[in-house]
């Protein structure tokens, strides 16, 4: 449980502020496609592990940093995708996204004790180890970075993407690199509440800050404040209730949003 509260604290960063991004963007779909490519790299990573178990290589290859690779391959071809594709774009996302989705199922199926496939498409935040807690901080950290480094740019490829690209900014790199923050987001997110629910924590919390503010600083830190308290209460609520853990985490940020409706901006 100490682990949980405290990945669920650290997360809570980069999920605010991907998530403000990726609502602001709208780029909520490409983040869903993303978001199911993680299970062809978590059950790749699983299946390698398995696979070299006997070896001294196993050691130098966790399951989570070549989910992570993957995933960030996924992210670049997707981007590539809806950057050159003329036309139904959205169909050939979507055979990115199953494809490599159906993969990774079929790579867990075939890997003894890799448990649960449920857990990987609804998450278990309580099966977080002390490996997961050290990547998920070290990811937290460089998605912070990258993000304050690149504060303006993002923003201005969210707002005004054509403006930027006349103002001779490359704003097809730095989208290709905000759907690669999003990738590693989602590779820390998927332990928390599953490749299912994933795109739900990403944009929830966003969704709810947009009620609350205008501009986009605020609006990111905002989007952290909601992810703490809906992962924190959701995983209370989920040992009081009995209830899993990450569905409930889900149910507490939808309520959050649900609650801001009433909310009105000036």
Known sequence: MQKAFLVSAI??????????????????YLASAIAHCALGGIGAGLYLKYLLAATIFAAYCPPMLVAFLI??????????????????????????????MAWGIILLDRTPGSGNIASYLFGDILLITNTDVMLVAGLSLAVLTLVLTFFKRFEAVCFDPEFTQIRGVPTAFYFLLLLVLTAMTVVMLVQIVGVILVVAMLTLPAATACRWAIRLMPIGLLAILFGFLASWLGLLLSIWLHYPTGPTIVLVAALFY???LFHVKN
Not at 11 to 28: C, E, N, S, W, Y
């Open 258 to 260: 649900l609650i801001s």
């Open 11 to 28: 997360a809570a960063i980069p999920f605010g502020l991907i998530g403000t991004f990726v609502v602001v963007r709208r780029i909520g």
């Open 71 to 100: 995933t960030i391959l996924s992210a670049v071809l997707i981007g590539i995708i809806q950057i050159k594709a003329k036309e139904r774009e959205d169909t050939i996302i979507s055979v990115v996204w199953v494809t490599v």
